[in-house]
């Protein structure tokens, strides 16, 4: 009888058992995979909306209209959106004028490779010409498949292109809907809490985003100027792409540099010019890490590198390379709402870098 009472006292929270906990994640994981259409837009949407929401709020107190001070908040980052795509563009423009000569010193270079190769493994030219026309033939059959892969991802773009702004524009007009629905949701003596949890959120996603746009625009002037110093071509070009990838931590930088380094080795024959673009990026990276970052993001969010991995790869799984750039973000803001509630603290310990609890102890 003891073991009984012993057994009805437990609280309700024990009744879930790791295989139901496993469940309801992999219930959520098919939810955000398979509504990725519906999710991946609407998540980035809530995100500018959260950043402009600062703008509209101000403009709104000046006496703007609410309809005016969203429709003018997302023309200006519409308009510096499209800036920099058309700087991007006349940039790869650039580069496609010198193709031709890159083309030919690339097959130099691939020839050099097949001597080498040749007089290293035995492997004759001709050997070598079989295999890639065997494998080339091979991938024939493929080709329907990654053309198909290729539209669809076009079309998936241009949607998101469309339909990002309106939800963004329908987000910030509907906001106090949504507030008062999330408030309904919760008990009342939680509304305070919530209010102050939403407000916290925003302003401190909307400085974490402008710093961090101040950020790659920095990193990308330096990577330019040091490319330029070097002497790799198109230097404006390949600063700003590897400034934009370094939003995946570890992994952007060493993607953005192959393809400097590729185009710097094949243009000059010489190793020392990779060697500089090495010493360019590594240099910019200790800047941005010791520097710029603390200096323009000041209180920035502090996630463990391994939820950040985490969430890069199971962002790429679920929404592809969306979900690499989106999921970072919701983590911060799990972390931000972790911090400011007492039910959350594990997972504030999980999210967190260690960096309170030192402080603390």
Known sequence: MKQISKRTSLPPNANYSALEILQYVILICVILYYGKTLFVPLSFSMLISFILFPVCKRMEKKGISK??????SLSFVLILMGALLYLLFIQINEFSHEWESFKKKLLETL???????????????????????????NSGSKTFSFLRNVLYSFSETFFYILIIPVFSALILYHRQILVNVLYRIFPVEKKGIIREILTETIHAYYNFIKGMLLVYL?????????????????????????????????????????????????????????????????IVQILEAYVIF??????????????????????????????????????????????????????????????????KS
């Not at 080498?116 to 050997?127: K, L, M, P, T």
């Not at 993001?297 to 199971?314: D, E, F, P, Q």
């Open 111 to 137: 020839n050099h490779i097949s001597i080498f190769i040749a007089q290293q493994f035995e492997i004759s030219a001709e050997e070598q010409q079989t295999f890639f026309k065997n494998s080339i033939n």
């Open 67 to 72: 309809i005016l001070a969203i429709l003018i």
């Open 218 to 282: 920095i990193v990308g002037i330096l990577n330019s100027v040091g490319l330029a110093i070097v002497g790799v071509p198109h230097p404006i070009l390949f600063g700003f792409i590897a400034s934009i990838l370094t939003f995946i931590p570890y992994i952007g930088i060493l993607i953005s540099s192959l393809l400097p380094i590729a185009v710097s080795w094949i243009t000059f024959n010489s190793i020392w010019y990779p060697l500089g673009v090495i010493i360019v990026f590594s």
């Open 294 to 359: 603390p200096f323009a993001v000041g209180s920035r969010l502090k996630i463990n590198t391994l939820v950040i991995i985490i969430m890069i790869t199971a962002g790429g799984i679920l929404w592809g390379a969306a979900g690499m750039i989106l999921f970072i973000p919701f983590a911060s803001i799990a972390k931000l709402i972790a911090d400011r509630t007492e039910s959350l603290k594990t997972l504030s310990i999980l999210l967190g870098d260690g960096e309170q609890q030192k402080t």
